[in-house]
């Protein structure tokens, strides 16, 4: 069996303009990365190769083959067209972040099984809307489609052949087809798995990708003064002044900076050269990159896009009276509460004293 790891970063941008300027949600930085790099790095690292199909080809380890395509299948078709002598494809969703090992337990699951194939299946609590399998006995797949417990978990090691069947065609109609004939096995997964398919999810996104334990680069200027409480990763060149706490799990991106007295806390992601002003407080957030938070500011369970300016003392409320669906409730003191803080888009600016509701912009 010879692989070609594929991850598709392509599609609409949807919900996500507002942050991405027309990319794919597929594209929106946490913890340094774009979503999709982190399926990309997680092959690369099984296979040592991994091609990513998307509008913005850059640079780096992978290789890059542009695609406009706004359908998972189409994608797969614009990765079939460059590839090699493979004999079967293991493709990744770019919007979905799942744990590394998932990509290995498709490979061997395969094997073990003596199976043509495998897809990756997660409970069906965890999503919703997507192409349900069924299985039968060696936990194969018997069809999609009617009553299940499992959903279709975003990636899938499949034979060239059901690949190329998906020319006008949808994958759960393939998937289907390929039950009948080949032999696909269903692997399970209960390990860290999360779908960002609106701006709001990027927020349950940060306690995934938060660190693990404290990692302070060496080109890092951290005042003696100032307090880190781990789990925290603080990237070359980020600036805390004077009194600054970082209080872990956080990350503090390449360049950043936070003022004295500043307070980034609970699954803060402060990306690449933005500016935390002094006194301000960021907890729960997402910092877009060169984005300012000013001063005595307070921001919660937020998304703040890109080169946005936050002037000083702005407020965001996170508290929502009722539940709002694709949100999971916080349990303080055995009260339990939905969060939901505000949307900010890429470049824009929110005035000095603004109050902004629970909400706000989503």
């Not at 799942?98 to 699951?109: N, R, S, W």
């Not at 699954?267 to 984005?291: K, M, N, P, Q, W």
């Amino acid at each position: 069996m010879r692989v070609a790891p594929v991850v598709l970063a392509c599609g609409r941008p949807g919900a996500f303009e507002g942050l991405t300027g027309g990319l794919p949600g597929s594209h929106v930085k946490v913890s340094g990365k774009r979503l999709y790099q982190y399926a990309a790095d997680a092959l690369l690292r099984l296979f040592g190769r991994v091609y990513v199909v998307t509008p913005q080809p850059g640079a780096g380890p992978y290789t890059p083959i542009e695609g406009h395509s706004e359908t998972l299948e189409g994608a797969l078709l614009e990765a079939g067209a460059h590839l090699g002598t493979e004999t079967h494809v293991l493709f990744a969703r770019g919007e979905v972040y799942v744990g590394p090992a998932a990509f290995a337990a498709l490979v061997e699951g395969a094997a073990s099984a003596g199976a043509d194939g495998a897809v990756l299946a997660v409970p069906r609590s965890a999503t919703a809307g997507h192409i349900t399998l069924r299985t039968k006995g060696e936990e194969l797949l018997a069809g999609v489609g009617g009553e299940s417990q499992l959903v279709f978990g975003g990636a899938a090691l499949l034979p060239r052949d059901v690949i190329e069947a998906l020319d006008g065609r949808q994958l759960g109609e393939a998937l289907g087809e390929a039950a009948e004939t080949r032999k696909i096995v269903v692997v399970p997964w209960a390990g860290a798995w999360h779908e960002v398919s609106y701006p709001e999810d990027l927020i349950a996104l940060l306690e995934h990708v938060a660190p693990r334990e404290t990692c302070i680069a060496s080109g890092a200027r951290i005042s003696p003064a100032a307090v880190i409480e781990g789990p925290v990763r603080i990237e070359e060149g980020a600036e805390i002044d004077h009194y600054a706490v970082i209080k872990g799990p956080a990350y503090v991106g390449r360049g950043a900076f936070v003022g004295s007295h500043a307070l980034v806390r609970n699954y803060a992601d402060v990306e690449a050269e933005a500016v935390i002003g002094s006194g301000a407080e960021v907890s729960h957030s997402l910092v877009g990159e060169r984005t300012t938070i000013g001063r005595a500011s307070f921001i919660s369970y937020s998304v703040i896009g890109e080169e946005a300016v936050v002037e000083p003392g702005v407020i965001t409320m996170s508290v929502l009276r009722e539940g709002r669906e694709r949100l999971e409730p916080v349990e303080v003191r055995g009260r339990r509460y939905y969060k939901l803080g505000a949307l900010v888009p890429r470049g824009s600016r929110v005035p000095a004293g603004t109050i902004l509701r629970p909400g706000h912009g989503w």
